[in-house]
């Protein structure tokens, strides 16, 4: 068991995934200098209930390693933050929130790739491509629809996860998959859910 540091988020984090942030509370700062002299990493979980300034959230118990790559003062005392996803934790026990919050957790066992599901990623890429372009008309996508993926399938699996454009709760279920298969036929699901929800969506006003 391991013990790290945590940053509840109101975001879910992917293996894979960039993860840019905004330090600026002091117990985050003070996590932040602890971590950099470290070994960088520290674990991010969704909150379930609750905001990410100020305490007092409650969280969910499954989220993700993030490995620190980019760290750069800002104004005010803020520090900027690239980390990275890497491995799937599950939090067995919260620590007293004393000076940043910390818990116990287990590593989730990796999601493997056999080859089988060669034909499930080549759908699942398409359905989630198609739908990033479908998206562009209702609302200004965060990535391009051709956006280029990694060579090695278990990383595009995971990549067309975080790019699927879902939201947290469905990433957390992402997230949780217990194998590659059910990782790549739920986010095909999901997609397909969001592409049929957007004709009741209101685009995006024109800037």
Do not use: N
């Amino acid at each position: 068991m391991d013990v790290l540091p945590m940053f509840p988020l109101g975001t879910v984090l992917l293996p894979g995934q960039p993860l840019p942030l905004q330090v600026f509370e002091p117990r985050y700062l003070t996590m932040l200098r602890d971590v950099a002299s470290g070994d960088g990493r520290f674990g991010v979980v969704l909150i379930e209930r609750g905001f990410e300034v100020g305490g007092g959230d409650q969280r969910f118990d499954v989220g993700c390693i993030a490995g620190i790559e980019q760290v750069r003062p800002m104004p005010g005392g803020h520090v900027g933050l690239l980390a990275r996803g890497q491995e799937r934790i599950e939090v067995v026990d919260w620590l007293p929130d004393d000076p940043y919050p910390r818990a116990e957790v287990r590593r989730l066992p990796d999601l493997v790739w056999t080859g089988e599901e060669a034909p499930r990623l080549a759908e699942t890429e398409r359905t989630v491509r198609r739908a990033l372009t479908v998206m562009s008309d209702h609302r200004s996508p965060a990535l391009p629809a051709d956006i280029e993926l990694a060579d090695d399938p278990m990383a595009r699996s995971w990549q067309l996860a975080w790019i699927a454009q879902l939201g947290a709760l469905d990433q957390l279920a992402l997230l949780k998959s217990s194998s590659l298969g059910e990782l790549l036929e739920t986010t095909e699901r999901l997609t397909m859910e969001a592409l049929e929800l957007l004709p009741l969506q209101s685009p995006d006003e024109p800037d």
